[in-house]
């Protein structure tokens, strides 16, 4: 008899019988890992469930949107938040563009925009004109450095295991998003790149003073020679956009149409004007559209007159465009560049070297074309 319950004792260890909703002879519920003591063992069926809902919550998902609220909420308060990640310049874009969201116990916490193109028959993730950086924009994380950062790379890891699935992949990062070792695990690959910043306006004082001789020498310039700084439209900052492409010998990389939409939609939401440096004779000897959020002002479109580079309009244009950013911002971005004499200009206002990066995935062919172009 003692055999016999023995026997059956040894039974019911190898194949219990099964408890709960959901329950199987194999010890859990289907698609559940058993290695280890299942977490729904003993539990009533209601508490089973509740795991099911937050796991079709929580992850990867493209938003929807009603959730663009949100997303902006996230935008505002991460480091790697900036307004070209806004919902409304998102939306200024255009053409197919989306934002991959990450949740975690029901809470939006990071998320990528991700814009599409088709390139001589391929599906292109990459960037959109006029937009400087974009990469995962993630909230600050609690708790101590060393479980913050553990908990970074999970959530960059996750991004960056779904992103590798696109063909071709190319995104700036922020450049409070360092952090690209996740990408490099999945086979993407990396290139630096630089803007130049300014990042304490509230003194100006102390950023003219930090101008090299050169720069104020240009901007008194500029001054006795009578031209003032105003307001203008967008055609005008277009147009002087173009002759800087065309002295420089180089195709104009987005149309006018495009150009004039981001200004409508960046004025609409207080957030962009077009400034001229003009002569007492109406000549525009240098234009530029101004763009910006709490925390950064962006130098991003414009040009000048060639036939009138020596006025000083550029310097008196810069130095105005300061103070009208010193009462919006922290930060002033000059938007790159990797331009050697236009480096140097921007350089001269005391402005500092800051890096950035480049994240890219392409197939071997597309890399060994992109090389021979020098585009890499």
């Known amino acids: ?33 058993t290695s280890r003591r299942p977490g729904w063992v003993g539990r009533s069926p209601m508490r089973a469930a509740r795991p099911c809902e937050r796991s079709r919550q929580d992850g990867l998902h493209y938003l929807g949107v009603n959730e663009y609220a949100k997303w902006d909420a996230l935008v505002a308060v991460s480091p790697q938040g900036s307004l070209f990640s806004k919902s409304w310049w998102l939306e200024a874009i255009g053409g197919e563009i989306r934002i991959l969201g990450y949740y975690e116990s029901g809470r939006l916490i990071a998320g990528i925009p991700l814009y599409f193109e088709r390139r001589m028959g391929v599906r292109v993730c990459c960037m959109p004109k006029l937009t400087q950086t974009w990469g995962v924009v993630v909230e600050p994380l609690p708790g101590k450095r060393v479980n913050a950062a553990a908990h970074e790379m999970r959530i960059l890891g996750t991004f960056a295991r779904r992103l590798a699935e696109e063909r071709v992949f190319f995104q700036a990062f922020h450049p409070a998003n360092q952090n690209w070792l996740p990408f490099y695990w999945n086979g993407f690959r990396q290139t630096t790149h630089f803007t130049y910043v300014l990042d304490n306006l ?21 001054q006795k020679l009578g031209l003032v700084v105003k307001r203008c439209g967008p055609e ?39 400034f001229a440096a003009v002569d007492s004779e109406g000549r525009v000897h240098d234009a530029v559209l101004l763009v910006w959020d709490c925390k950064r002002t962006y130098f991003l479109a414009g040009g000048g007159d060639s036939s009138l580079r020596n006025s000083g309009g550029g310097s008196l244009l810069v130095w105005h465009c300061l103070q009208f950013a ?35 995935k392409f197939p071997a062919w597309l890399r060994a074309c992109l090389c021979v172009a020098g585009k890499l």
């Not at 040894?10 to 329950?23: C, E, F, T, V």
């Not at 509230?202 to 050169?214: A, P």
């Not at 919006?328 to 402005?351: C, I, N």
Request: proline letters at 5%.
């Open 236 to 274: 005008l900052v277009f147009n002087a956009s173009v002759q800087s492409f065309e002295r420089q010998k180089k195709p104009h990389p987005f149309s006018r149409e495009y150009f004039e939409r981001l200004f409508n939609s960046a004025k609409s939401n207080d957030a962009g004007e077009c």
């Open 202 to 222: 509230q003194d100006l004082g102390r950023v003219w003073d930090g101008l090299e001789q050169n720069a104020r020498t240009k901007i008194r310039k500029a």
């Open 326 to 360: 010193a009462f919006r911002s922290r930060v002033f971005d000059f938007e790159g560049s990797m331009l050697e004499p236009v480096q140097t200009f921007f350089r001269s206002f005391g402005a500092t070297q800051v890096a950035y990066n480049r994240i890219m």
């Open 1 to 33: 008899m003692f055999l016999m319950n023995r026997k059956q004792m040894q039974r019911m260890a190898i194949s219990p019988r099964p408890m709960g909703i959901g329950a199987r002879r194999s010890g859990g519920p289907v698609g559940v890992s």
